[in-house]
């Protein structure tokens, strides 16, 4: 059995007998959640018990020799700075509180929907520092900020308890592709470093065989089987609407893809080489989106818009 299955089967156990799920709830109030409670689960770890990195050190890319050019990152540019997120360490962490100049960002994976995304982490004027609570909805990471103890959605975007409840995240756009990729694009980018101050083999893989099984471990209030579970899709919403680019679907087409979401014209940028993509408005700015698994991208989004290539 795969050291994943087992990690979690284990935090099933605990939901069960009401460790986590039933009676503590890693000690947040979810008097007034925005989700139905029964649907918010314990993952394991306590609150914390996954670390986020609050001081992240970075190195020059020549530095980064821990790296391999197929190794996954996330990559963010901001403010004439580029930064590099190894996925081997955000495996470990899922939350990277972290400034560009003046402006503080978090930057968050959650390893069981494969969704790396990055937001603003001012909400009101009031910059928020963020932990993993440790708790799941529809498998996705429950962040939490240490400020008001708000618990945030991260596929959302929003607080779904708490005194910030109903407050929304800013996206900001974050690439998700190999280092290669990434490199070539910022010759000049930083990459976070592997001295986290933690004690974690960053070099094993703690989620090996994940990808490839259908097997989702947590509850979802939305399934389709209409692709593999773990089938990589660009997601994006505007105005409302939710649509879904299956990378099966756009290594049959031809790309650049222009495309409509309700009314408005998109381009979809999709590397095969990289297993990577980007969504862009009319006039060539970058819409926030999201590379996530299918069964999540769908939990969240039911009534997504799906791009289907032309026979």
């Known amino acids: ?41 314990g993952g394991g770890p306590a609150r914390d018990g996954i670390p986020a990195l609050n001081h992240p ?17 996330l990559g963010l540019s901001r403010h004439g700075v580029a930064k590099a997120y190894p996925i081997a360490i955000l495996n470990w962490h899922e939350v990277v509180n972290d400034q560009f100049g003046a402006e503080p960002v978090v930057v968050t994976f959650c390893p069981l929907c494969g969704t790396g995304m990055a937001f603003l982490a001012t909400v009101d004027g009031r910059a928020l520092e963020f932990g993993v609570s440790g708790l799941l909805y529809n498998s996705d990471v429950l962040l939490y900020d240490r400020q008001t103890e708000s618990l945030w959605s991260q596929i959302m975007t929003t607080a779904i308890s708490g005194p910030l409840k109903g407050q929304r995240l800013t996206m900001t756009p974050v690439a998700h592709t190999t280092w290669a990729d990434w490199r070539q694009r910022y010759p000049d980018t930083l990459v976070l470093s592997p001295e986290t101050g933690h004690s974690r083999d960053y070099g094993r893989d703690p989620y090996a065989g994940y990808v490839q099984s ?47 979401l309700g009314q408005r014209p998109v381009r979809i940028e999709y590397d095969a080489a990289h297993r990577t993509g980007r969504v862009l408005d009319a006039t060539g700015q970058e819409i926030p989106s999201v590379i996530s698994f299918w069964f999540a991208w769908y939990g969240f989004h039911p009534n997504t818009e799906v791009y289907t290539a032309a026979p």
């Open 57 to 73: 050190a970075f190195l020059a890319a020549d530095q980064a020799d821990f790296l391999t050019p197929n190794d996954r990152v």
């Open 214 to 260: 259908e097997q989702v471990m947590f509850p979802l209030r939305f399934k389709s089987q209409r692709f593999h579970p773990k089938e990589s899709v660009i997601g994006v919403v505007i105005d409302g609407r939710a649509k879904a680019y299956p990378f099966s679907e756009l290594e049959r087409a031809t790309t650049p893809l222009m495309d409509t």
């Open 1 to 41: 059995m795969h050291k994943w299955m087992q990690s979690l089967l284990m935090s099933l156990l605990l939901n069960v007998t009401g460790v986590v799920w039933g009676l503590d709830r890693n000690g947040f109030d979810l008097s007034d959640s925005l989700v139905p409670v029964a649907e918010i689960h």
